[in-house]
């Protein structure tokens, strides 16, 4: 298994483009999450997902779109770019209701925006 | 809101030596308790994963303890060695119906020196 892969690991966007973080998992996992990490901040959750066709918002979803047509992929849009979400984003996996649910992540996409 | 703490927030010790991480939440009412660790760049590995109804994990060199009622848990790692040296993170699962939501700790950072 390849677990959970993220493409790309690096990006630099100018401010207002837009673009996908992808996100895909070999597990069967029915949970599917994206975070970001910034320094004192610790991670932070953007959007989460219990299966396909349900999303939900985390703890900072604002700039942010998901969706989830297939339990494998979950990709994060970026609809216009900000400095602010200049960060390392982490795709994460987990079983669903009735597994253990431990919580498996990707390698990260370092985003920087200008 | 549940708040998750590590203390210290940085850690240097000499080869060899046993130590203890701390991580503490605010809220009893968690699925589980999971910590990682991060190297330098890296994504997040899964060291331990303790459920709510366990008190402690074992995986070589490495002993985590969760104590719900006081809203902690700790990291044991016997004999540490140089490549200890990384990041390491607590998270809790919230409890409470179709949830993904992990709640991080902002980590301690570990250097085990030569």
């Known amino acids: 298994n390849a677990g959970v892969t993220q493409t790309p690991k690096f990006q630099v966007l100018k401010t207002g483009q837009s673009m996908t973080l992808q996100c895909a998992q070999d597990?069967?996992?029915?949970?599917m999450s994206w975070y970001r990490q910034d320094p004192g901040m610790g991670l932070r959750l953007i959007h989460y997902?219990?299966?396909?066709?349900?999303?939900d918002q985390g703890e900072v979803p604002n700039g942010y779109n998901v969706s989830r047509s297939t339990t494998e992929d979950f990709p994060l849009r970026l609809l216009s770019a900000a400095p602010s979400q200049t960060s390392v984003y982490f795709c994460?996996?987990?079983?669903?209701?009735?597994?253990?649910?431990?919580?498996?992540f990707g390698p990260g996409t370092r985003l920087t925006v200008t | 809101k549940q708040e998750v703490t590590q203390i210290p927030a940085a850690l240097s010790v000499p080869e060899g030596e046993n130590l203890v991480l701390n991580c503490s939440f605010t809220?009893?009412?968690?699925?589980?308790l999971q910590w990682f660790r991060q190297d330098p760049g890296k994504g997040l590995t899964s060291l331990l994963l303790?459920?709510?109804?366990?008190r402690e994990q074992t995986s070589g060199r490495l002993n985590a303890s969760l104590d719900k009622s006081s809203g902690r848990s700790t990291l044991y790692i016997a004999a540490s060695q140089p490549g200890d040296s990384a990041t390491y993170l607590c998270?809790?699962?919230?409890?409470?119906?179709?949830?993904?939501?992990?709640?991080f700790g902002t980590g301690t950072l570990l250097a085990v020196q030569p």
């Open positions: 994460a996996s987990s079983t669903g209701t009735g597994g253990s649910r431990e919580q498996y």
């Open positions: 597990m069967n996992h029915e949970y």
């Open positions: 997902s219990v299966g396909a066709g349900i999303t």
């Open positions: 809220d009893s009412a968690i699925y589980n």
């Open positions: 303790i459920q709510s109804s366990q």
């Open positions: 998270a809790v699962r919230l409890w409470g119906g179709a949830t993904n939501k992990l709640i």
